[in-house]
C-alpha cells in the first residue's frame, strides 16, 4: 500500500511538472517605436494576446516548443522552447506584410520604394486626437498646410500638399475612393471622429503609385482603418474644451472568438460651437465592422458613416471686420422689419453619408494573394441659406402686386440638395518573392447623383411650399487597370514599374440655378506611366530616383465656367533617406511640371467652393526634409521643411471682359517655405510631453501676384501632454490627454479668398490659445 501511494504521488509530480507554466513577456516596437494593440499570438492555438500602450505584453504557456505570431500591418514568426520564463523583445520595423495590411498594398509602398511619403501611426493620432478633423491631425507631416473654417480645427477643414488643394488629394479608405466624384473634394466633415477609427495612414507627396479613383496632382492619403483584435476590449473616451466643444466615445471589440470571428464597433458625437461667431458643429458618427479570419483568409464587412449639421462659415471677413471684431460671421444675416440685423438659426449645411465595404483577401501560398473588395455609398442632404432682396423670377415665382405695387423681390429661404450614390469594385493580384514583386489590379466605380433646389420660404411673396427651381442629374463612370513590379537586380539596386490606364466619361443634365442650362458629356482616357530605381548604399542609406505621369479630368465646377481642359503632370523626385536607431532622415527634391493645371482663381462659388482655371504651363520645384533625431532615450526631435517655388509661367486672367497674360506669377496658395517641428520628452514612464510648432510662409490668394491678396506668414506653437495609467483599478488603462493650441496665442490667418471683378478679399481667421482635455478608459 506504501508503494502504491510513493508511485501515485510520484505520477502525480511528473504530471504536475511536465504541465510547469511559464512567461514569457517582452516589448513589440517598430525600430524605437513601441507599438500598441500589436497581435501575439501561437501558431495553431487560440492562445494569444495583445501589447499595451507601451508595446509590452504577457503571456503563459506551459512548458514546450512554441511558434510566435507578432503581427502589426506586417509579420515576424519566432520559434521559441519554452523551458523557464523568458523575454523576448520583437522589432517588426522589417517583417512581412499581413493579411490587414494587404487590403492596402496596391495603394501604398515600403520604405524602400522610390516614392516620397511619410506615415502617421495610430499611437501618434491618438496622442491628439480630442476630436479635431483628420487634416488637423495632419498638420505638422512635411509640406502640409491646414485650415479651418470655424478656427479651431472641427468642421469645415481643409488640406493642402505643396501647394495642391484637397481636389489634387486622392483618399482612399481601405483602399476605397473616398473623393467625392464630382466635386473631387473630400469632405471630413461627414465623417465626425473618424480618426478613433483609423488604424494608420500614409501620405504620398507627389504623383505616388497608380490608384483608385481619381489621379492624385499633389498627395495621395491611403488610410487603413481599425484592425481586428485578438482579446476583447471596450473604450470610452470623453473630451470637452473651448468654444463649447465636446466629444464623447464608446469602442467595443469582441475579440476573436471560435477561433476566426471578432465583431467591432465605435459611436461618437462631438459639440462645438467654433471659434468664429455661429460656425457651430453637431456631428454624430459609427463605425461597425464584422471579421472572419484564418491562416489564409480575411473577409471583413464594415458600415461606418455620420450625420453633420454645420452652420455656414465659408463666407470670410473683411479686412476690417478682420481688425473689429474677428470672430465676426455675417453668414445668415439679413434685416428684420424694424430694421434690426438678425441671424438666420438654420444656415447650416445638413448632411449624412452611409459607406459599405466589403473586403475579402486570399493568400494562396507560394507568393500569391489577391484582394476584392465591394463598395457603396450612399450621401443625402443640403445647404440651407436666407438670402436677401432675391429676383423672384430667377427662382420661378412670378412677379406679385400688393398695396398697388408690383413686387418682383423678396427675402427667400432656399435648400440646395444632393442625393448621391457612389459604388463599384476593386481587385488586385499579387504575387511575392525574394527578388520580385508583381501587383495587377484595377476598379469600377459608378457615380449617381441628383442636384435640386427648392424655396422653402418667401418673406413676401406667396408661394407654393418646397417648390423646385432647378434639377440637375449626373452620372460619372470611372475604370482603371494597372500592373507594378519591383525587381532586385542586385543586392543594391531595385527597380520599380508602374503602367496604368483610365477612362472617365461623365455626363450632366438639366438646369441650374437662374434656369442656366447645364448639359455635359465628356470622356477622357489617359495612359499614365510611372518608373523608379532605389539604391542601397548601405544597410542604413537610401538613393531614390522616380519620374511619374499623371493626368486629372475636370471637377463639376470647372464644366459651369468655361470648357475646362484635363490636367496633365509629369513629377520628377530625387530623394535619400537614412535610418539609424539614432536618427532617421528623409530628403527628397522634386519637380513638377504641368500643362493646364487647374489653379484655385481665390474665388469661391455660393456653396464655398474654390473656382479653377486652366493656367498654361506651370511648376512646382522643391526640397523637402523630415527628420528625427534621438537626443537621448527621453528626447526625440522631429523637425520638418519644405522650401518650393511654384510658378504659373503663363497665365491668362479676365478683366472686364478683357484677357491680361501674366508670366512668372506665384501659384495661388502655395507658400514658399513650410516648416515645422515635434520636441517629444519622456521625463517619467508612461508620461509624455510635447511641444508641437509649425510655419507657413506668405502665400498668394490670386495668381496675379495682386498686393491685396498676400496672406502674411504665421508661426503656431500647440503643446501636448498624455499621461498612461497602466492597471488602474478597474481598468486595463486610464489615459488622460491635454492639448493647448496656440500657446503664444498668434493671431494668423490660414485662408481666404478674392473676387477679382469686385476686388473684394475675405479671411478665415484662426483661433487663438485654445485647449483640449479627455480621459479614455480601456477595459
Do not use: C
Not at 209 to 235: C, H, K, M, Q
Not at 382 to 390: A, G, L, N, V
Request: aromatic share 14%.
Amino acid at each position: 500500500m506504501k508503494n502504491t501511494l510513493f508511485y501515485l504521488s510520484l505520477l502525480v509530480f511528473s504530471l504536475s511538472a511536465s504541465a510547469q507554466e511559464y512567461t514569457i513577456q517582452g516589448k513589440v516596437t517598430d525600430g524605437d517605436t513601441p507599438l500598441r494593440a500589436a497581435i501575439v499570438r501561437v501558431q495553431g492555438q487560440t492562445t494569444g494576446t495583445q501589447t499595451d500602450s507601451s508595446g509590452e505584453y504577457s503571456l503563459s504557456l506551459e512548458s514546450g516548443t512554441y511558434n510566435l505570431i507578432f503581427s502589426y500591418g506586417n509579420k515576424k514568426e519566432i520559434r521559441v522552447n519554452l523551458t523557464e520564463d523568458q523575454v523576448l523583445d520583437v522589432d517588426l520595423g522589417d517583417a512581412q506584410e499581413v493579411l490587414d495590411e494587404v487590403f492596402l498594398s496596391a495603394v501604398r509602398v515600403s520604405a524602400e520604394s522610390p516614392i516620397t511619403h511619410s506615415n502617421l501611426t495610430n499611437e501618434e493620432i491618438e496622442d491628439r486626437n480630442l476630436g479635431q478633423d483628420i487634416p488637423t491631425l495632419m498638420n505638422y507631416m512635411p509640406n502640409v498646410v491646414t485650415t479651418s473654417d470655424a478656427g479651431a480645427g472641427i468642421g469645415y477643414s481643409g488640406i493642402r500638399v505643396r501647394g495642391s488643394d484637397a481636389t489634387r488629394i486622392n483618399v482612399t479608405i481601405n483602399g476605397i475612393p473616398y473623393n467625392d466624384a464630382e466635386s473631387q473634394g473630400t469632405f471630413w466633415v461627414n465623417l465626425g471622429d473618424f480618426a478613433s477609427s483609423v488604424e494608420n495612414l500614409q501620405l504620398q507627396r507627389g504623383v505616388g503609385t497608380s490608384t483608385n479613383g481619381a489621379g492624385a496632382f499633389g498627395a495621395s492619403i491611403n488610410i487603413l482603418t481599425d484592425r481586428y483584435r485578438v482579446e476583447p476590449s471596450a473604450e470610452i473616451a470623453s473630451s470637452a474644451g473651448s468654444f463649447g466643444t465636446f466629444k464623447n466615445t464608446v469602442k467595443f471589440s469582441t475579440g476573436l472568438f471560435n477561433d476566426h470571428w471578432e465583431f467591432a464597433g465605435r459611436a461618437s458625437t462631438i459639440e462645438s460651437d467654433g471659434y468664429v461667431d455661429r460656425a457651430s458643429t453637431d456631428l454624430k458618427s459609427y463605425f461597425l465592422q464584422a471579421t472572419y479570419v484564418d491562416e489564409s483568409t480575411l473577409v471583413k464587412a464594415l458600415t461606418f458613416g455620420g450625420s453633420e449639421v454645420t452652420y455656414q462659415a465659408w463666407d470670410g471677413i473683411s479686412e476690417e471686420q478682420l481688425q473689429e471684431d474677428r470672430r465676426f460671421n455675417p453668414s445668415g444675416a439679413y434685416v428684420d422689419a424694424d430694421g434690426n440685423q438678425q441671424f438666420y438659426d438654420d444656415h447650416v449645411d445638413n448632411y449624412k453619408q452611409d459607406h459599405f465595404q466589403l473586403l475579402w483577401n486570399e493568400n494562396y501560398g507560394g507568393g500569391w494573394s489577391s484582394n476584392v473588395a465591394l463598395h457603396y455609398t450612399y450621401g443625402r442632404g443640403f445647404y440651407e441659406s436666407y438670402r436677401t432682396d432675391q429676383d423672384l423670377e430667377e427662382y420661378l415665382i412670378e412677379p406679385f402686386t400688393a398695396n398697388g405695387e408690383e413686387i418682383t423681390s423678396s427675402d427667400l429661404v432656399t435648400k440646395k440638395w444632393l442625393d448621391n450614390h457612389f459604388y463599384g469594385a476593386t481587385f488586385n493580384l499579387n504575387y511575392t518573392e525574394n527578388w520580385l514583386e508583381l501587383d495587377f489590379g484595377g476598379g469600377w466605380n459608378k457615380y449617381d447623383g441628383d442636384h435640386f433646389g427648392e424655396v422653402t420660404y418667401t418673406r413676401f411673396a406667396p408661394s407654393e411650399p418646397n417648390q423646385i427651381y432647378y434639377e440637375n442629374d449626373a452620372e460619372k463612370t470611372d475604370f482603371n487597370v494597372y500592373g507594378k513590379a519591383n525587381v532586385a537586380i542586385s543586392e543594391d539596386f531595385s527597380l520599380f514599374g508602374d503602367l496604368q490606364l483610365r477612362t472617365i466619361n461623365y455626363t450632366a443634365d438639366g438646369n441650374m440655378e437662374e434656369e442656366v442650362p447645364f448639359i455635359v458629356d465628356d470622356s477622357h482616357t489617359f495612359f499614365n506611366p510611372k518608373a523608379g530605381i532605389t539604391y542601397e548604399v548601405s544597410e542604413a542609406n537610401r538613393l531614390y530616383l522616380s519620374y511619374a505621369r499623371a493626368h486629372r479630368e475636370p471637377n463639376r465646377d470647372d464644366y459651369k465656367s468655361e470648357d475646362p481642359k484635363p490636367e496633365e503632370l509629369n513629377d520628377f523626385e530625387l530623394g535619400w533617406r537614412l535610418n539609424t536607431k539614432t536618427v532617421q532622415v528623409n530628403t527628397n527634391l522634386y519637380y513638377m511640371d504641368y500643362q493646364n493645371q487647374l489653379v484655385l482663381t481665390g474665388e469661391l462659388d455660393n456653396v464655398g467652393s474654390p473656382i479653377r482655371t486652366n493656367s498654361g504651363d506651370s511648376y512646382r520645384l522643391g526640397l523637402e526634409v523630415d527628420a528625427a533625431f534621438r537626443i537621448f532615450d527621453k528626447l526625440i526631435i522631429r523637425p520638418n521643411i519644405a522650401i518650393s517655388r511654384n510658378k504659373n509661367e503663363h497665365f491668362m486672367a479676365i478683366f472686364n471682359e478683357e484677357a491680361y497674360e501674366y508670366k512668372n506669377t506665384d501659384i495661388s496658395f502655395s507658400p514658399e517655405i513650410v516648416a515645422g517641428n515635434i520636441f517629444e520628452y519622456r521625463p517619467i514612464e508612461n508620461l509624455e510631453l510635447k511641444l508641437l510648432s509649425k510655419f507657413v510662409g506668405e502665400q498668394y490668394m490670386s495668381n496675379t501676384e495682386v498686393e491685396g491678396t498676400l496672406l502674411d506668414s504665421y508661426f503656431v506653437n500647440d503643446f501636448n501632454i498624455q499621461y498612461n495609467w497602466r492597471n488602474a483599478p478597474l481598468f486595463k488603462e486610464v489615459v488622460f490627454t491635454g492639448l493647448v493650441n496656440n500657446i503664444f496665442d498668434e493671431k494668423y490667418v490660414s485662408n481666404g479668398w478674392y473676387d477679382a471683378k469686385w476686388q473684394m478679399v475675405a479671411y478665415y481667421p484662426q483661433a487663438g490659445t485654445n485647449f483640449l482635455a479627455g480621459v479614455t478608459l480601456r477595459f
